[in-house]
């Protein structure tokens, strides 16, 4: 039998940390899963890698594609190039340094939330930061090549980059962040993540100038992919400054979305009566 937890005064016992506090905190899990994958760096080296070379070998089809066409809507192969840059850079830092993101239904369904309810730490920051993803360092490392093979290398070339990838792996993270915590109102909602994590990151890799109306329109609302699929050009290539607003704005607005509905389910959640033990 299950035990009810009062979770929305547990989340409100939560000190609230000052910034100096955050900082520490988070550069403390950091160290500990830098460390705890390099436990095993054959494995950890060869998953990276494995990643790297899997991204590479999608350019080489999307090179064999545009040999035979040239342009396609205003696109050529840099831009799809740096398409993928921007989209598995962004997704490779996000789950190196907060690899639970789109884990959360997992944690929450298998009673996993226990252990950080227990601790005095902002619970869905400590929940996304103590995951370390092995294969996203090869997408992030992956992202880096490509752009210093085919990006803009200028002062302002590597600011609009690093914009690019900030904005791709907040964007990413703000859309598992709501996806995952439907299982606070559904329950097992593993699929549901699974399909929202799947469906985005494939349609982030396709140049969003293929699509037109309705699936336009739904690539900037309702599964706002199009945000990252269309960084190469309205942010690196040419610079467009509604655009880029627009993208801040998306990113922010998902982002305090899918804290609010965490912190909304999290006052309906039971404890799965898990124990167990971090250091």
């Known amino acids: 039998m299950s035990m009810a937890v009062n979770v929305e005064k ?6 609230m940390p000052t910034p100096l506090g955050t900082i520490r905190f988070l550069l403390t899990c950091w160290k500990v899963n830098l460390a705890s994958s390099m436990e095993y760096r054959m494995s950890f080296f060869l998953l990276a890698g494995m990643m790297f070379i899997n991204n590479f070998m999608w350019l080489f089809f999307w090179s064999l594609f545009f040999d ?10 840099s831009d799809v190039m740096m398409l993928w840059a921007v989209g598995a850079g962004g997704f490779g830092w996000a789950n190196m340094l907060f690899g639970n993101f789109h884990r959360i239904a997992t944690v929450v369904s298998s009673g996993q939330l226990d252990v950080y309810l227990s601790q005095p730490k902002p619970v869905l920051l400590h929940v996304l930061a103590s995951r370390m993803s092995l294969t996203a360092a090869g997408d992030f490392l992956f992202g880096l090549a490509v752009y210093a093979w085919v990006g803009d290398h200028t002062l302002l070339g590597a600011v609009q980059f690093g914009l690019g990838l900030l904005i791709s792996g907040l964007i990413f993270m703000g859309v598992m ?3 995952g915590s439907c299982a606070f109102f559904f329950g097992n909602a593993e699929g549901i993540a699974g399909q929202v994590f799947n469906s985005f990151v494939a349609l982030s890799t396709y140049p969003s100038g293929i699509f037109r109306g309705a699936a336009k329109l739904l690539l900037f609302t309702i599964v706002p992919a199009g945000f990252i699929s269309y960084l190469p050009i309205g942010l690196m290539r040419d610079f467009d400054p509604v655009f880029f607003w627009q993208a801040i704005a998306m990113t922010i607005g998902l982002l305090a979305a899918g804290t609010a509905f965490f912190r909304i389910g999290l006052k309906r959640y039971t404890s799965g009566n898990a124990i167990a033990m971090r250091g």
């Open 68 to 77: 035979r066409f040239q342009v396609v809507n205003g696109w050529n192969l």
């Open 177 to 179: 962040i709501m996806a």
């Open 10 to 15: 547990e989340y409100e016992k939560d000190h």
